[in-house]
Nanobody
Framework: QVQLVESGGGLVQPGGSLRLSCAAT????????MGWYRQAPGKQREVVAA???????SYADSVKGRFTISRDNAANTVYLQMNSLKPEDTAVYYC??????????????WGQGTQVTVSS
């Protein structure tokens, strides 16, 4: 079993910054990819950013140039640095990991979500 624990969400003014963290724990053999998703009220969940095990990254067009995803493989942790935040960034942000344990092949795991609110 793999657990994803998120932190760093909160309330911030437009133009401000937040740094989200997601740490994976459990009997992990390997994490192959990690990503961040978000879901605003009344909208479907969307991909924000993703990073492969080799460090290749991709971003949604709406956050390019403002958000940066990174990972610390030794700590099984992924980060999302969010700068120049806008009200439309308000959503619940979810961490995702594609991981294999010693008793289970590759499987998608999800964090519980953390609220990000951008408002004056």
């Amino acid at each position: 079993q793999v657990q994803l624990v998120e932190s760093g969400g909160g309330l911030v003014q437009p133009g401000g910054s937040l740094r989200l963290s997601c740490a994976a724990t459990g009997s992990i053999f390997r994490i192959y990819a990690m990503g961040w998703y978000r879901q605003a009220p009344g909208k479907q969940r969307e991909v924000v950013a993703a990073i492969t095990g080799g460090g290749s990254t991709s971003y949604a067009d709406s956050v390019k140039g403002r958000f940066t995803i990174s990972r610390d493989n030794a700590a099984n942790t992924v980060y999302l640095q969010m700068n120049s935040l806008k009200p439309e960034d308000t959503a619940v942000y979810y961490c995702n990991a594609e991981a294999a344990t010693y008793s289970r092949p590759n499987y998608d795991y999800w964090g519980q979500g953390t609220q990000v609110t951008v408002s004056s």
